[in-house]
């Protein structure tokens, strides 16, 4: 299949909402969507706020998952992206900033937020990626519509 970076990178841009999981105080998956998230090639940076149970869980493992998948698609040329790796909250100062300008470029909300400088109480957290999955079933009937890339 061998799919682009570019294409995937496209694909990763273009989606409005991720689905975050990350595993609770259980040991379960635990899954929210998110809106607040830039990706910057394959890393990817979101916000949300301190107090939030995602946090908490992050901190006690770092490892997580992110499903991007565009909406009403239909299965014949159905694709989504998940990024595996993981989780670093951003302490540094040029690291925070660094996710502000990316968030900030990609809504226009966050930006006013981040001008008024309304973003006490949010943590920042940056996923480097060690596995990108690929599904694509635009490939047709019997083909391999999944790649596995490895990071």
Known sequence: MAVSKETIQKYLQETPYIALATV???????LRTLGSFAP???????STGETTAKVGQIRSNQQVAILFQHENQKIPSFVN???????HELDKDAERCKAIALLSARSPRFKERADKKELNGTAFFRIDPEEIKVVDLSKGPGANGIEIIKY
Do not use: H, L, R
């Not at 910057?40 to 979101?46: A, N, P, R």
């Open 24 to 30: 609770n105080e259980k040991q379960a998956p635990a």
């Open 81 to 87: 992206i998940t990024i595996s790796g993981t989780a």
């Open 40 to 46: 910057d090639e394959f890393k990817v940076y979101f």
